[in-house]
């Protein structure tokens, strides 16, 4: 499974980041896992592509971890976006994190 995050400049500078992302639609069909997931990694790209704002990244976020589904806790709340240093933005330093998008004030 591909971890990932997405990460959002703000019109200021400051940089905040989704919870992490673990896999898509066709990773969860081919591992077979009991957790589920109802779109493709480039389909939930495609909902933050058009975000400008922090607001609408935090909705987008809560959007795109509906496509989620826990098997353990399937009706578990979307975990908040939160700001991150700027210095962390390597993947290497976002805990087990494979990869990172970047957001910037809607560029994708």
């Known amino acids: 499974m591909t971890r990932r995050?997405?990460?959002?400049?703000?019109s200021i500078g400051k940089r905040f980041v989704t919870p992490e992302f673990n896999g898509d639609k066709a990773e969860f069909e081919l591992f077979g896992m009991g957790d589920a997931c109802t779109a493709n990694w480039d389909e939930i790209m495609a909902l933050f592509q058009t975000c400008s704002t922090l607001e609408?990244?935090?909705a987008t976020n809560d959007?795109?971890?509906r496509h989620?589904?826990?098997?353990?806790?399937p009706e578990a709340p979307p975990e908040p976006v939160v700001e991150?240093?700027?210095g962390k933005l390597l993947p290497g330093s976002i805990a087990r994190c494979e990869l990172v998008f970047l957001a910037e004030r809607g560029a994708g």
Not at 5 to 10: G, L, N, Q, S, Y
């Open 5 to 10: 995050r997405i990460v959002f400049t703000d």
């Open 56 to 58: 609408e990244f935090k």
């Open 63 to 65: 959007q795109a971890q």
């Open 68 to 73: 989620y589904r826990s098997s353990i806790a």
């Open 84 to 86: 991150i240093d700027a």
